[in-house]
């Protein structure tokens, strides 16, 4: 089982539209969770950290369950400019000596006009 | 501005040569990273370092080398021992330990003709 698992989609959605991906973690022990946002040939750039329960910026709310083990962005009144691949990384000691951060493969969205 | 420039944007490297990526940050950062991406596949952790002169191999370290004299400079060395080095490379760097999250330079594409 892969550290950090999302479906690659991709997720295509006209505009306006509401979406959300999930993305499961497979240490039970991570501390800390980040949406980061790579547009094509391009550095991935944060997009919301999850610390707690969750949390909302504007049009995004990424919520975490930890009993589940799997985190979820979702984005309502989907733009154009949404369109991007979405990065799940999980980290698994806060603050750690290491802060070795597990990415996950990114999933595809693609709004449509 | 503070930021991460990493240079150069694009190279091309015969088979059998060393080359050297720069990463460069201004932003007072402790920690820095190297990390390669391939297409399908998340990132994946080459070296870190927290502090000057110092500097951990991550998971796929082999067939690279780093120096860290400067808390402003990482760079990577992709020696002719690395088999299959085409990829985008990613310079990332964080405060130690007020923050986990990394932020990155706009990387590096590499590759061996």
């Known amino acids: 089982r892969k550290e950090v698992e999302q479906d690659p989609g991709p997720f295509n959605v006209p505009e306006g539209a509401t979406v959300a991906f999930n993305c499961t973690y497979s240490?039970?022990?991570?501390?800390?969770f980040f949406w980061y946002r790579q547009d094509c040939r391009k550095e991935p750039k944060l997009l919301m950290s999850v610390y707690s329960s969750g949390n909302e910026d504007g049009r995004f709310t990424a919520q975490l369950n930890r009993a589940s083990q799997y985190i979820s962005l979702l984005i309502r009144d989907s733009k154009l400019s949404d369109s991007a691949t979405y990065l799940c990384v999980v980290n698994p000691e806060y603050g750690g000596a290491t802060n070795k951060l597990i990415f996950g493969t990114g999933t595809l969205l693609a709004v449509q006009p | 501005d503070g930021g991460i420039t990493q240079s150069p944007k694009y190279l091309f490297r015969k088979e059998g040569q060393n080359v050297t990526l720069s990463c460069e940050q201004n932003?007072?950062?402790?920690?820095m990273y190297w990390y390669r991406q391939d297409p399908g596949q998340g990132l994946r952790l080459i070296y870190y370092?927290?502090?000057?002169?110092?500097?951990q191999k991550g998971d796929i370290a082999e067939g690279y080398s780093v120096s860290r004299e400067k808390k402003e400079s990482f760079p990577l060395t992709v020696t002719s021992a690395q088999k299959n080095p085409t990829a985008f490379y990613l310079c990332?760097?964080?405060?130690?330990?007020?923050?986990?999250?990394?932020?990155f330079g706009p990387g590096t594409r590499l590759t061996v003709l």
């Open positions: 932003l007072n950062h402790d920690a």
């Open positions: 990332a760097s964080k405060e130690w330990e007020s923050t986990d999250t990394q932020y």
């Open positions: 370092s927290q502090i000057v002169n110092d500097f």
């Open positions: 240490n039970s022990a991570s501390q800390s």
